[in-house]
């Protein structure tokens, strides 16, 4: 909101290096230096905005979720509902929503359509739009995706979002991140994700 880096100038945040864990990736995974994912970001950008308070988003012009207002520090509570307790006008909503994310071109992302090594080490970058919906579809499949060797063979027992301690964290944070651009796209800071009770299922 200020055209500084990454809100700079009004104290939002500050463009710092990214940091990665050092800790050693898990005996299912016996290789080392071979998948875009194992130290990212890195592989494709080494610094990042790192936001200060409230703020948040890839430049710091975004309030934390569960805040808003001009200095994100206006508390700001949304209820999810169970989808089989929508009225028919809010499953309605929530479909016409989807259905606008699938024919909107993200503003914010792309997607890579290659792996580093395609790129040649970044010099071939190998980038395209995608819709806001197929984002999603995206991030998860790119998540979760065999891992590719280098002889041209694939390893197929990984999942960097579901087999490991990460499960929970990474997919709270990517409902609300899509919730986020779902909001964005629809213009209406109310809409939330309904979720499914499973257990009488």
Not at 24 to 36: E, H, L
Request: net charge negative; glycine share 8%.
């Amino acid at each position: 909101g200020d055209n500084s880096p990454c809100g700079e100038a009004s104290g939002r945040g500050s463009c710092q290096n990214v940091v990665i864990s050092d800790s050693p990736v898990g005996t299912q995974f016996p290789f080392s230096g071979i998948d875009d994912r194992e130290n990212w970001p890195t592989v494709f950008y080494n610094r990042t905005c790192q936001c200060q308070g409230n703020f948040t988003g890839y430049h710091c012009g975004e309030c934390r979720y569960g805040y808003s207002g001009p200095n994100c520090t206006e508390r700001r509570t949304v209820i999810r509902k169970e989808i089989f307790r929508m009225t028919t006008a809010e499953k309605d909503k929530f479909i016409a929503y989807l259905n606008l994310a699938k024919r909107t071109i993200s503003p914010d992302y792309v997607i890579s359509t290659g792996t580093y090594e395609q790129m040649n080490n970044g010099s071939n970058p190998m980038f395209a739009d995608i819709n806001v919906y197929d984002l999603f579809v995206w991030l998860h499949y790119y998540a979760s995706r065999d891992a590719f060797l280098e002889d041209g063979s694939v390893w197929a027992n990984i999942d960097f979002a579901h087999e490991a301690p990460g499960f929970l964290p990474w997919h709270r944070f990517f409902l609300l991140l899509w919730e986020r651009e779902i909001q964005k796209v629809a213009g209406d800071e109310d809409f939330t994700i309904p979720f499914w009770d499973w257990r009488d299922a």
